[in-house]
Nanobody, 125 residues
């Protein structure tokens, strides 16, 4: 079992930055691929980015590429999401997710076994 706890959400003006953190506890963090998803009001949850267990491979949704950066600190069992140049359309609850890294970098919600409770990011115009 893995427990995930996100933090770092808040209110920011358009063009601003935020850094989200997700701390994992439980089983060996270094065996898990970690991802961020988000869910805007009235919309379905969507993939944002993923990082492999080694921190060597990352993949981003097209609309955040170049603005968001995922990183992980395995010594601290933490994954980060640095969000720059934020837009009002980035407003959402952001969720951290984990799955055992089997070499396939999935963007599908159903492939992830563990989820955090989410942290709200609000970008004002």
């Amino acid at each position: 079992q893995v427990q995930l706890v996100e933090s770092g959400g808040g209110l920011v003006q358009a063009g601003g930055s935020l850094r989200l953190s997700c701390v994992a506890s439980g089983r060996t963090f270094t065996t898990y691929a970690m991802a961020w998803f988000r869910q805007a009001p009235g919309k379905e949850r969507e993939f944002v980015t993923v990082i492999d267990s080694y921190g060597e491979y990352t993949y981003y949704a097209e609309d955040v590429k170049g603005r968001f950066t995922i990183a992980r600190g395995n010594a601290l069992s933490t994954v980060y999401l640095q969000m720059n140049s934020l837009k009002p359309e980035d407003t959402a609850v952001y969720y951290c997710a984990a799955r055992v890294d089997v070499g396939v970098r999935s963007t599908r919600i159903s492939d992830y076994d563990y989820w955090g409770q989410g942290t709200l990011v609000t970008v004002s115009s």
